[in-house]
């Protein structure tokens, strides 16, 4: 019985805060009952909310970007927008304008928090000022707004604290899918704080967000600079729908019948890079697979994991899965050869193919098969932070959708990849970018640190 964890709880005391009657040791950890005996001050979180809601929408359909953007239709924000505290604004999909008028209180308002409820319940977010004010949100996130009593600073501090996930797992139903209900929501035990510590927190909110928004304005500078030198700064792709084609030209030369790769679009951006200065990818890097080890090594703990799921242009999130330290201690040679170094361009090649990111110190993880290492053979030629930029620009995109469109899955062979067409610019100016990226990064990695300096003062004070 050595370690086993106990808790002792007479039947009256287990039926309060307990609607659910529910008995199973999960629900009576001692860091549970510890917080109740020790934590003065405590109210549910129903005591702070002004306005609370999640819609249940009914025959709803997500509207790819291109038919969103030509008939202006509302956003639509998904869990996976979220990146607590903030919200991704690059990959939004859209709704029908008739969802807009159906299900109003689906509609988000600045300042309030929105909560994942159903699916992981890990992600919380602030809809900040600037936000598109025409966007529903999903269902699988609450929506909420505070009262004079509290901070919505404070509040979303908490409840990304490691007591607000602790609580919110507690009064989690464990379905096949996770889901907490609205009145197991209201449950949540909160701390009442000083409005003085309350001042000191939604002051450093206000500088976490600032440095992330001119984070986000000199990556957008970047962005920019990079279009501007290529001339497609006001680049339109074509809509012509058709292309004539001999065989020769077609089958004979790609291997390709479908007509979806012929699209003029493609053909126009490629030829504009190809008449000024370019680089074939194979050319200019060297490409490295990972591997692909199979879930039956998987393991909540051990070696990190990456995933294309795990990590963007902007950085890589904590891992879902670790290999396992059995399959890390039998394999080590091969993972240590695998693990990604500085300035490697992680690049995706399976379903949300073609997006860039580069590792900005060495790191012990390994990444899927999905995943490719990308190593610029000359750095005097082309920077790695440029080269990054170039992978996530239009310019490339369009290579990718011409290459591994038309599948469920998307699937973007490494054969197609080798041959990628990637405009390179006068070195100096690719020095500019770089440092813009650099700069902007810098301040990411700034709003990340008060973020979790944040986080520690809301659990300080409550330990306290």
């Not at 005591?47 to 639509?76: C, L, M, W």
């Not at 699916?119 to 900040?128: L, N, Q, R, W």
């Not at 995933?307 to 899965?321: E, H, L, M, Q």
């Amino acid at each position: 019985m050595e370690g086993l964890e106990v808790s002792e709880v007479m039947l009256s005391e287990a039926l309060v805060d307990n609607e659910n009657k529910r008995i199973d040791s999960e629900y009576f950890k001692k860091e549970f009952l510890n917080f109740f005996n020790n934590v003065p001050n405590l109210k549910p979180l129903s005591y702070f909310v002004k306005d609370g809601y999640r819609v249940v929408y009914e025959n709803t359909q997500i509207i790819e970007t291109d038919e969103g953007v030509a008939k202006n239709f509302p956003y639509f924000l998904q869990a996976t927008d979220l990146e607590t505290p903030f919200i991704k604004t690059n990959n939004l999909y859209y709704v029908n304008e008739a969802d807009w008028e159906r299900y109003p209180k689906g509609r988000v308002k600045k300042g309030e928090i929105l909560i994942e409820v159903k699916g992981k319940i890990e992600k919380v977010s602030i809809v900040p000022d600037d936000f598109p004010e025409k966007t529903l949100v999903s269902g699988s996130l609450f929506k909420l707004t505070v009262n004079d009593k509290i901070s919505k600073h404070v509040l979303l501090c908490y409840l990304i604290s490691k007591y607000g996930i602790a609580f919110k797992d507690r009064y989690k139903t464990n379905l096949l899918i996770s889901y907490v209900s609205k009145p197991d929501l209201y449950r949540i035990p909160i701390p009442e704080f000083s409005k003085i510590f309350q001042t000191k927190i939604d002051e450093k909110f206000d500088l976490i967000f600032k440095y992330r928004k001119q984070s986000q304005s000199l990556y957008n500078q970047a962005e920019n600079l990079l279009l501007k030198t290529i001339g497609l700064s006001d680049f339109k792709p074509s809509e012509k729908g058709t292309n004539i084609k001999s065989f020769k030209e077609s089958f004979l030369a790609t291997g390709r019948l479908d007509a979806e790769y012929y699209q003029p679009k493609y053909e126009e951006i490629i030829s504009k890079i190809k008449k000024q200065s370019h680089g074939i990818l194979s050319n200019l890097v060297t490409i490295k697979k990972s591997i692909e080890p199979g879930s039956s090594v998987y393991s909540d703990e051990g070696l990190p994991f990456i995933r294309v799921a795990d990590y963007s242009k902007f950085g890589i999130s904590t891992p879902d899965k670790c290999l396992s330290n059995s399959f890390r201690k039998e394999n080590a040679k091969l993972l240590q050869s695998l693990y990604p170094t500085k300035e490697t361009i992680l690049f995706s090649k399976d379903g949300s193919v073609g997006t860039a990111y580069m590792v900005r110190e060495n790191m012990q993880a390994i990444t899927s098969g999905a995943i490719l290492h990308l190593n610029v053979k000359d750095k005097t030629k082309i920077l790695p932070e440029y080269l990054t930029l170039a992978l996530n620009s239009e310019v490339v995109k369009l290579q990718a959708d011409r290459d591994a469109g038309g599948s469920i899955i998307l699937h973007w062979r490494i054969s197609e990849i080798e041959n990628v067409v990637v405009p390179v610019v006068d070195y100096k100016i690719q020095q500019q970018i770089a440092d813009l990226i650099q700069e902007s990064f810098m301040l990411r990695r700034e709003s990340e640190r008060l973020l979790d300096e944040a986080k520690d003062l809301v659990e300080g004070e409550i330990e306290e």
